[in-house]
């Protein structure tokens, strides 16, 4: 479970003690259930991560809302995009292994993180992913409810693919943007589970190259 939940439960159980004793405990009912909901939002399940060399998984719990042919700074990419309702688990990792290349926050607004606007609009944390051979660029998209993105790595900081890098609170998107080679494995529907389910395949001179990399860098 993320601490964020015990912080929150204890806090509303305090206020049931006080509210049961000042009015009765009828009353404390209510934010009881809440502290409920909010130890079981804040749950951080582990997950099996794909080992396979080329293997692009999933940041986050939810519904595939998009796969598109998209343009960032003028380079072209493929773009999925997974929505996480209130309730999904809202821990999100990292879709492959590398090294954090650049982040950039940028404020925005709260559209809905069902709507196109929501990927241009919205406050986020744009993540580039430097990998041996590849660059994959995966964003952490605020929502009408989400009011806060938390982002664990810095710049420079190695990560494993499905590790754990942070989350966003109360329903929110995150977009993970490829070159247009990779190999697509979900569509628009499916559900998918952050750190297991494998979103693409890079191409397959890439995964190799990755592959001999990281053994070479094991062997010294």
């Known amino acids: 479970m993320v601490r964020d939940g015990l912080y929150y439960a204890l806090g509303l159980c305090a206020v049931a ?24 939002f804040f749950r951080d399940p582990e997950r099996v991560i794909p ?3 080329g293997v692009v998984v999933s940041p986050a719990d939810g ?4 796969v598109a042919s998209v343009e960032l700074n003028g380079r072209p990419l493929t773009r999925i995009s997974i929505f996480l ?11 492959v292994a590398g090294r954090i290349a650049n982040l950039e926050y940028r404020h925005g607004r709260f559209h809905n993180a069902m709507s196109s606007a929501s990927a ?14 590849h660059t994959v660029i995966f964003k952490q998209i ?11 790595k810095r710049v420079g900081d190695r990560v494993e693919r499905g590790e754990r890098v942070g989350l966003i609170r109360f329903g929110s998107r995150t977009d ?17 589970r952050g750190g297991s389910s494998v979103l693409a395949h890079l191409p397959t001179a890439v995964a190799a190259g990755g592959e001999r990399s990281r053994r070479e860098e094991e062997a010294r």
Do not use: C
């Not at 309702?85 to 879709?95: A, E, G, I, Y």
């Not at 993970?176 to 569509?187: F, I, K, N, R």
């Open 176 to 192: 993970v943007l490829l070159d247009p080679g990779a190999e697509v494995q979900v569509a628009v529907g499916d559900r998918v």
């Open 85 to 95: 309702s209130v309730f999904d688990v809202h821990v999100n990792r990292s879709p």
């Open 120 to 133: 241009v609009e919205n406050e986020q944390n744009i993540v580039t992913v430097e990998g041996d051979s």
């Open 63 to 66: 519904k595939v809302t998009d």
């Open 142 to 152: 605020a929502g009408v409810l989400a009011r806060r993105i938390v982002f664990n």
């Open 17 to 40: 003690a006080i509210v049961a004793w000042l009015a009765g405990p009828a009353y404390a009912v209510a934010p009881l259930l809440l502290a409920v909901f909010f130890l079981w």
């Open 51 to 53: 080992v396979e060399a």
